[in-house]
C-alpha cells in the first residue's frame, strides 16, 4: 500500500508557524512573568501549581520547597526502635511485593555476641532505586515488622547521578530515624 503524502508549500517547508507559535507561548510567559514582578499582589489569584511562592514560573530551590498534597504518601525510609536496634529483620517481602523490584535486600545475622542473636536477623545490605520506586506504599503494608515507612518529611529526589539515587541501608536509616515500638516481643517482663 503506497501512502500519498501532500506537497508542501514554502512556508511549511520553513517551519515558520510552528516557530512563531513557539515564540509566542515564551512571550505570553515572559510577559506574566514582569506583570508579576511589577505588581506582586496579582500573584495571590494563581493556583499554587502555576506559580511558586514569588510568583515566578521558576522554584527557587533551595530556599523554596513544593508543597505535597495531602494524598501523597512519601518516600520509603527504615526506622530503629528507641533502643537504637534495627527492626528489619530480613523476611524479604517487601522485595517480594515490590512491582517494579526497586528494592534488594542481602539477609545477614545479627553479631553472636548480641543478645537478640538468636532471635532476630538483620539485613547486611538494603538498598532501595528511588528512580525505580513508584511510591505504592506496599513496602510498608506488608512489613511485619514496621520497620520501612513512607515519609513525606523528607524526601529526596535530587541526585547528581544515578548511583546517587540508590539509598542504602546507612542512607535509609539516617532518612527514616527512630520510631517507637508499640509492641516489645523479645523484652523481659
Not at 525505580?132 to 547528581?160: D, H, M, S, T, W
Amino acid at each position: 500500500m503506497h501512502v500519498v503524502r501532500p506537497e508542501l508549500g514554502l512556508k511549511e517547508k520553513l517551519y515558520l508557524p510552528s516557530i512563531v507559535a513557539g515564540m509566542g507561548i515564551t512571550l505570553k510567559h515572559l510577559g506574566r512573568s514582569l506583570r508579576l514582578m511589577i505588581a506582586p499582589e496579582k500573584k495571590k489569584t494563581l493556583s499554587p501549581l502555576d506559580m511558586s511562592a514569588t510568583g515566578m514560573v521558576t522554584m527557587q530551590y533551595p530556599e523554596e520547597k513544593w508543597t505535597y498534597p495531602d494524598g501523597y504518601r512519601g518516600a520509603p525510609v527504615l526506622v530503629k526502635d528507641e533502643d537504637g536496634r534495627e527492626k528489619c529483620v530480613s523476611c524479604q517481602l517487601c522485595e517480594f511485593v515490590c512491582p517494579p523490584r526497586a528494592i534488594r535486600i542481602t539477609p545477614g545475622s545479627i553479631p553472636a555476641s548480641s543478645p537478640h542473636a538468636k532471635v532476630e536477623k538483620a539485613p547486611e545490605e538494603f538498598q532501595i532505586d528511588m528512580l525505580r520506586c513508584i511510591y505504592c506504599g506496599l513496602c510498608e503494608e506488608v512489613c511485619p515488622e514496621e520497620a520501612i515507612f513512607l515519609r513525606k518529611e523528607n524526601p529526596i529526589f535530587v541526585g547528581q547521578g544515578r548511583t546517587e539515587m540508590v539509598h542504602n541501608k546507612e542512607r535509609l536509616y539516617e532518612l527514616g530515624g527512630i520510631y517507637p515500638r508499640p509492641i516489645k516481643k523479645w523484652a523481659l517482663k
